[in-house]
């Protein structure tokens, strides 16, 4: 059975930064891309970043550029999210994605989800 597993969340003061992990077992065939989104509170769910397995390419969502950076340890199938210069405005439940299907452009369609992991920007 596929796991998406997210870690690393909590509360951080505004300024400062936290690293997502979000570790991947229990499937037969890699994952095409992998990825972060976010859900603040009254708002809809919205892509942060996502990364191709193989070809290492990387989006992110404007608010979260230079800011944020996604890498990937293939071998661990996990894949990080630093986050930087963290704001008020990025608090919400980060979620974790896998898109098992060839061909589609990052972030636009994810198959499996983790459960998800709460961010807190807070002074």
């Known amino acids: 059975q596929l796991r998406l597993v997210e870690s690393g969340g909590g509360l951080v003061q505004p300024g400062g930064s936290l690293r997502l992990s979000c570790a991947a077992s229990?499937?037969?065939?890699?994952?095409?891309?992998i990825g972060w989104f976010r859900q603040a509170p009254g708002k809809e769910r919205e892509a942060v970043s996502c990364?191709?397995?193989?070809?290492?390419?990387?989006t992110y969502a404007t608010s979260v550029k230079d800011r944020f950076t996604i890498s990937t340890d293939n071998a661990k199938n996990t894949v990080y999210l630093q986050m930087d210069s963290l704001k008020p405005e990025d608090t919400a439940v980060y979620y974790c994605?896998?898109?098992?299907?060839?061909?589609?452009?990052?972030?636009?369609?994810?198959?499996?989800w983790g459960e998800g992991i709460p961010v807190t920007v807070s002074s």
């Open positions: 229990g499937f037969t065939l890699p994952y095409v891309a």
């Open positions: 994605a896998a898109d098992f299907t060839h061909g589609r452009p990052l972030c636009s369609d994810m198959d499996y």
């Open positions: 990364i191709d397995r193989r070809s290492l390419a990387r």
